[in-house]
């Protein structure tokens, strides 16, 4: 469909007006009586690590307006990290082994494995809706949409999905608004960001207006690659070398698990031609996605609805930026596990905790804001305590996984490709699937997951305290395991427990 009006969309704009109308100040509001329950906004980047990007002097005013007015969790981590896995898990609650979705398709990934295995009934969406919400979103949804665009999930009042991958480009792409493809172009106006932006502050403004409390989900693809800067930022997106951290390039990956080694070369020359344009991108998106944030927050002052409004600023998951020679996420290494997290509303105290925060505890978090009791199959915690500066008895390891690219090798990121640019050199790119825990000192890693029979399985161990860059695995020689053999058996019995745990045995 074009981008010009349609009967929809002039119907929507009418009904707009007569809300605008029937809400004027001194209208009775009788027939509606105010719902104090807080209003709850979801702002989601794409790939944005914490690890290499500046997060927060890249993004100044999310910075103030919520980092700062609120609490900043500085070990924040995606357990799944891959987008598909990662968001399955931000919406429901669950790890992957229970969602079963581990990677962006095939049996254990894809939208398509998240609706046939029954999540779309019980997210963060279905449960503020039954109980009264207001719900929107805009932007990503999960990788596999495209094979049924014409879906809209329960819980949704308002849906503007992207339905194929072009909207990575931040140009070209569709969006299914609440039924209506809508096809977005190549105009600066078109700058997917902005539109998220503009449909964020139009859902707001709205909802405000209302009895209702809300929840709004926003979901641009910044800074995934390859979204570029706004046109309005080019000219002060400077050519920007991405950090040289210690484990950047790493020049001995001897102690990698094999397909690390098997890839190195190619993986290093492509960093080589790469990375720092990547980088430059990533950070010339993230102007928008700043203003963005405070659109959104000036929004919310501008309706009256701030002061009692939750902010979430997180990402899906991390990204390598060439950390042991590698691109994108999926890894265990810190690189693409740890995200940016930064909440902010009534009562939070300001501060920084290092409580582990995971994705998997955002959706109790906002349930136990709306006052909503945990079902329990829900595998994460709400961080009402660390929020309010209490960690007694809180998480100390948790668990983390990954289903690989799958037999065909394209279940894993050669999903997020845009159209006509997939290549065969991408599979070279992703890596085989794996089981973790990550612990307050260790990272224990399982190679193989779901390849190889548990003997020829391959394993990585790595002493955070005195190694924080992962560049030594303890493990990889006979001397190695034998010295830490007390350490692997009891975190193997752990990572056992962990990767079988639901509800709140996780």
């Not at 105009?187 to 139009?202: E, F, G, L, W």
């Not at 959104?296 to 939750?310: H, K, P």
């Not at 109790?364 to 915690?381: K, Q």
Request: hydrophobic share 40%; charged share 20%; glycine share 8%.
């Amino acid at each position: 469909m074009s981008h010009g009006p349609s009967r929809g969309r002039v119907l929507s704009a009418a009904i707009l007006l007569l809300s605008a109308l029937v809400w004027l100040p001194g209208t009775s509001t009788a027939d509606a009586p105010e719902d104090a329950r807080p209003n709850i906004v979801m702002i989601l980047a794409d790939d944005l690590d914490t690890t290499s990007t500046p997060v927060w002097q890249a993004m100044p005013r999310t910075a103030a307006l919520i980092r700062d007015r609120g609490m900043e969790f500085t070990d924040g981590f995606a357990p799944m990290p891959i987008c598909c896995a990662a968001r399955a898990s931000i919406l429901t609650g669950e790890y992957g082994h229970n969602t079963g979705v581990l990677t962006n398709a095939g049996e254990v990934g894809g939208f398509e494995t998240f609706r046939d295995n029954g999540n779309e009934s019980h997210t963060i969406a279905t449960h503020l809706h039954d109980a009264g919400y207001r719900t929107g979103m805009a932007g990503k949804y999960l990788n596999g949409l495209e094979h049924d665009p014409g879906h809209i999930p329960p819980g949704w009042d308002d849906w503007n999905a992207g339905v194929d991958n072009f909207l990575y480009a931040g140009y070209n792409y569709t969006l299914n608004e609440n039924g209506t493809f809508v096809k977005y172009g190549v105009a600066p106006k078109d700058y997917q960001t902005d539109v998220i932006r503009d449909k964020s502050v139009r859902f707001i403004t709205d909802a405000a207006a209302s009895a209702r409390p809300f929840f709004w989900y926003t979901a641009s693809t910044a800074p995934h690659f390859p979204i570029p800067p706004a046109p309005r930022h080019l000219a002060e997106t400077v050519p920007t070398a991405a950090p040289r951290s210690p484990n950047y390039q790493e020049a001995d990956v001897s102690d990698k698990p094999e397909w690390l080694i098997d890839t190195a070369g190619v993986r290093a020359a492509t960093i080589a031609a790469t990375n720092d344009v990547d980088y430059t991108n990533r950070l010339g998106s993230l102007k928008a996605l700043d203003e963005m944030v405070a659109a959104i927050v000036d929004t919310l002052a501008a309706t009256g609805t701030l002061d009692n409004t939750y902010l979430i600023f997180t990402s899906d998951n991390g990204y390598s930026l060439g950390a042991h020679r590698l691109t994108q996420k999926m890894a265990p290494y810190e690189e693409s596990v740890r995200v940016p997290l930064a909440i902010a509303g009534p009562g939070i105290r300001r501060g920084t905790t290092d409580a582990f925060a995971l994705s998997v505890d955002l959706a109790p978090t906002v349930l136990g804001w709306a006052g909503i009791a945990l079902p329990a199959r829900i595998d994460g915690r709400s961080l009402a305590g660390p929020l309010a500066g209490d960690t007694t008895g809180w998480r100390t390891d948790f668990t983390a996984e990954y289903g690989g690219a799958g037999a065909s090798g394209r279940d894993g990121i050669a999903q997020e490709q845009i159209p006509g640019t997939d290549t065969p050199a991408i599979y070279a790119f992703d890596m085989p699937s794996w089981v973790g825990i990550r612990t307050e000192r260790y990272l224990y890693v399982r190679w193989y997951e779901r390849e190889r029979p548990l003997a020829e399985r391959e394993y990585e161990l790595y002493d955070l305290a005195a190694d924080p860059y992962q560049l030594t695995n303890l493990i990889k020689t006979a001397d190695g395991r034998a010295a830490h053999a007390d350490t692997v058996a009891a975190l193997d019995r752990r990572l056992r427990e962990l990767t079988a745990c639901t509800g709140s045995s996780c």
